[in-house]
């Protein structure tokens, strides 16, 4: 069975940086897609930024001059960097994924989330 892993949540000031790690783990044949979200309190689940096997990425336009995706191919991780937080940056963040194991077809799967919080 597939896990996603998230990593590096926290709480940091405003204008500070942080970097997600979401690790991929199970026998994995292919991962066609891998993509952070947010949901803050009160608000609905949004996409952020999102990697493709084909070699795209795209970022919410929220975040696209600050934040950045990238693909590990080697460790099946994705990163989410983030620069110059904000307090609306405050959310939960998942990871999601749609991969396929041995034997099995393509699945969409979701992290346990990790919290980010921007003191201002």
């Known amino acids: 069975q597939v896990q996603l892993v998230e990593s590096g949540g926290g709480l940091v000031e405003s204008g500070g940086s942080l970097r997600l790690s979401c690790a991929a783990s199970?026998?994995?044949?292919?991962?066609?897609?891998m993509a952070w979200y947010r949901q803050a309190p009160g608000k609905q689940r949004e996409r952020v930024a999102r990697w493709h096997s084909g070699g795209t990425t795209n970022l919410a336009d929220s975040v696209k001059d600050r934040f950045s995706i990238n693909m590990d191919n080697a460790r099946n991780t994705v990163y989410l960097q983030m620069n110059s937080l904000k307090p609306d940056d405050t959310a939960v963040y998942y990871c999601n994924a749609n991969i396929r194991e041995v034997n099995r077809s393509w699945q969409n799967y979701w992290g346990q989330g990790t919290q980010v919080t921007v003191s201002s």
């Open positions: 199970g026998s994995i044949v292919g991962i066609n897609d």
